[in-house]
């Protein structure tokens, strides 16, 4: 669930790619800006079981998520052309597929946003703060209408997000070996950071023992290190970085686990010039 309105009844906003729209500041207050009407979502399933699929190409698999997609549909208001021409403009620019590629390595950024809740133990502010990596499949273009004294420009952005996934937007850490505690259902990927102090061992190991995959290890050769390399090993895009680099012969075999519901015993062995580790993962809702 997206919600539009918090339990107040008041305009929750969103912002991606630095726009905020959808602000109970300027929409409720100056009854101008960018305004969601409605947001739909669809996260489909896809199954082939065809046993002759080499006739058509086809490949079969068992059932899996296809992308989740969302649809939000508003207007821009505003009080004269060129005030809603401004709006339009920076929804556009925000929201352009091209621009954000151009200067994103990855073009899914997050949307974010506050989902209310009345789990005020878990979420004493009675909001979860949640964000969702999307990319909009076009450049919202809208359609020019008066509205009332002034005018309003409706618009549609069609928005496929990199997993089915909503993160919260504080992340759970833990520094060096010990329990990290999960506190949702939906499992997610971690990610590992630490720094080096010199040529390090060729089998240093990331262990994971939780309930429902019992024992995952991922080993990394880091004997090809140097003093002051900034290591970044990226669970959920199965890659290692080096100061920044992609640098994958650093992998040598084991698992990209998953942090799980509950309690994750993290251990390191073989650490030789290895500092300290921090693991941060963003706990995951399935909507």
Known sequence: MIPIFDASGNRIPFTYNGLTFNSPTSVETDKTGIVVHSIAQSLPADYISDKLQWKDGSEVYAVTKASRVIVMTGAVYGVSIGAVADYVRALCSAFDPGRISFYNDDTFLPLTYALPTADTTSYPSGAIALKVFVMPTEVPLTTTSQAGQGMANRFRLTLIAKDPRSYLQTPVTLAGAGTLTYPTAYPSYPTVTFTMSGAGNAAFTITN???????????????????????????????????????????????????????????????????????????????
């Open 209 to 287: 023992v939780s309930s429902r995959q019992v024992s995952k290890s991922l080993v990394l050769d880091l004997s090809g290190r140097s003093n002051g390399q900034a290591i970044t090993v990226d669970f959920a895009n199965q890659r290692v970085l080096v100061n920044g680099t992609h640098t994958q012969g650093i992998y040598v075999s084991g698992d990209w686990f998953l942090t799980e519901f509950g309690s994750n015993a993290i251990t390191y062995t073989n650490v030789t010039n290895v500092g300290t580790r921090t693991m941060t993962v963003y706990p995951a809702f399935s909507s």
